[in-house]
C-alpha cells in the first residue's frame, strides 16, 4: 500500500487482501489447519479496497467464496467474466445489498445462513443458535439433514461436471495418491495418516 501509494496511483488501485484458509488454535480440539470444516478454518478475511474508495467502510455480511474473487476482480474492471470461472462477481453485493449465493459449497460440506452440514463426519450445526459449531444437531434433523445431503450431492456433481467439461482428459474420482504425494500432503496437514486418498 505505501508503494502504490508513493507511486501516486493507490486511490485509483483495487487491492484485495484475504487467505487461503483459516487455522485452528484447539477450537474442537484441533490445531491449525489438519482436518476438519470448521469455520475457523472455512472462514478467511476478504478486504477489499475499490479504485476511488467507493463504498469505503462498508461491512457486508453476505455469503462470498474465493472462487468469487476473479470475476468480481474483472467486474470492477469492467471486463467480462471467463468461461472457466465458478464464482460470481461480488459487484452486486457492493451496489445492491443483496447476496450473490445462499450458500458455500466446501466439498463434502455445505454452509448455508441457518446451517452447517458436514458430511464425512456427520455433522450438523444450527449456526444461528451454535455460531461455534459446538453442538452436533444430525441425529435431531434427520429431514434438514436429508434435504442438505441431496444440494450437496448436486453442488458435487455441477463441480464435477463443471472440471470435466474444463478438462475433459483429466483422471475419474478415483485417482491414487503415490506414497511420496500422501507424504507431502500430510505433512502440509491437508491429509490424515489414517484418510482414505481422494481425488482432490
Known amino acids: 500500500i505505501e508503494k502504490l501509494q508513493e507511486a501516486g496511483i493507490y486511490d485509483q488501485s483495487l487491492v484485495v487482501i484475504t487467505a487461503d484458509h483459516g487455522e485452528n488454535f484447539l477450537e474442537h480440539g484441533r490445531f491449525l489447519h489438519s482436518q476438519g470444516l470448521y469455520d475457523s478454518m472455512t472462514q478467511v478475511p476478504l478486504l477489499i479496497k475499490l479504485p476511488g474508495g467507493s463504498f469505503g467502510g462498508s461491512r457486508i455480511a453476505f455469503p462470498a467464496a474465493i472462487v468469487d474473487l476473479s470475476p468480481t476482480i474483472l467486474d470492477i474492471a469492467h471486463l467480462p467474466p471467463l ?102 500432503l500430510q505433512s502440509l496437514g491437508y491429509l490424515s495418516n489414517t484418510e482414505d486418498a481422494k481425488d482432490p
Open 83 to 184: 468461461p472457466v470461472f465458478q464464482g460470481k462477481s461480488l459487484v452486486p453485493t457492493f451496489k445492491e445489498k443483496r447476496p450473490v449465493r445462499q450458500e458455500i459449497y466446501i466439498w463434502e460440506a455445505l454452509r448455508r445462513p441457518e446451517w452447517k452440514y458436514v458430511k464425512p463426519r456427520g455433522e450438523l450445526f444450527d449456526l444461528r443458535k451454535d455460531p461455534g459449531e459446538q453442538h452436533n444437531l444430525i441425529a435431531a434433523h434427520p429431514k434438514i439433514v436429508e434435504r442438505l445431503d441431496a444440494l450437496l450431492l448436486r453442488r458435487e456433481k455441477e463441480a464435477i461436471d463443471f472440471r470435466r467439461k474444463l478438462q475433459p482428459d483429466l483422471p475419474g474420482d478415483g485417482a491414487v495418491l503415490s506414497p511420496e504425494e500422501r507424504r507431502q
